[in-house]
């Protein structure tokens, strides 16, 4: 059981650039979340899918970004126009979707780290 | 608003003994789950333990066990014969029960454990 994998796992990049990331979740899992970590800090909820609906989004989730899951598999998060502060590790997790809320584990990827110079 | 913290930005023990991590939390929801993950250095994060708000009896895990104190909004945990393997970032989460989905973090306390 192959767990969840992340593409690239480092990434630097100039300001003003757009930035696509990738993930891929646990095979079956059908819910798929999105976590920034910034330098000290615990990760924080971007959004997540259930299957290919993307069902919640925070406020952190500017117009500059966008997350897509278009056949309920893997999934991408993209940039537009980075700024120095998009600066951080990007997580993925997934989960298997049978129960609700809490109850539902999450296993996360090891993380794409991106560096906008 | 839902706020999770860790008091201690940082820990050490030595190899063999035990720890305990402090995290309190702060909800209004009644129906919730708390969480303790492990992120190794420059590793992926992975679940040490989780504990249901509506049972009473603690979560243990092999060494791994927590103290949770649910009028207190306490979620402890502790390490029972520290190993050289422990050595990690160690976050509490929170997430409501009722339908949400969102893991909410405290900072993190990163243990070291010493030979």
């Known amino acids: 059981d192959t767990g969840v994998s992340q593409d690239p796992r480092h990434k630097i990049t100039k300001r003003g650039q757009n930035v696509t990331f990738r993930c891929d979740p646990i095979?079956?899992?059908?819910?798929l979340y999105w976590y920034r970590q910034t330098l000290g800090q615990g990760p924080e909820f971007l959004t997540y899918?259930?299957?290919?609906?993307?069902?919640?989004k925070s406020r952190l989730l500017s117009n500059r970004f966008s997350a897509e899951r278009p056949k309920g598999s893997f999934s991408t998060l993209e940039i537009q126009r980075t700024e120095q502060g998009d600066s951080a590790m990007y997580l993925c997790?997934?989960?298997?979707?049978?129960?609700?809320?809490?109850?539902?584990?999450?296993?996360f990827g090891p993380g794409t780290r991106l560096t906008v110079l | 608003a839902q706020t999770v913290t860790q008091s201690q930005p940082e820990m050490s023990v030595q190899e063999a003994e035990t720890v305990t991590l402090s995290c309190t939390y702060d909800?209004?929801?009644?129906?919730?789950?708390l969480f303790w993950y492990k992120q190794p250095p420059s590793r992926q994060m992975i679940l040490v333990i989780r504990?249901?708000?509506?049972?009473?009896q603690n979560a243990t895990e092999n060494r791994f066990s927590v103290n949770f104190q649910k009028a207190a909004k306490s979620f402890s945990l502790k390490i029972s014969d520290s190993q050289l393997g422990d050595t990690a970032m160690y976050f509490c989460?929170?997430?409501?029960?009722?339908?949400?989905?969102?893991?909410?973090f405290g900072k993190g306390t990163k243990l070291s454990v010493i030979p």
């Open positions: 899918f259930q299957n290919e609906a993307q069902l919640e």
């Open positions: 909800t209004s929801e009644s129906n919730y789950y």
């Open positions: 504990q249901e708000a509506y049972k009473q």
């Open positions: 095979s079956e899992h059908n819910r």
């Open positions: 989460a929170f997430i409501q029960g009722a339908g949400s989905y969102q893991l909410t």
């Open positions: 997790a997934s989960s298997l979707g049978l129960t609700s809320g809490g109850a539902d584990t999450q296993y």
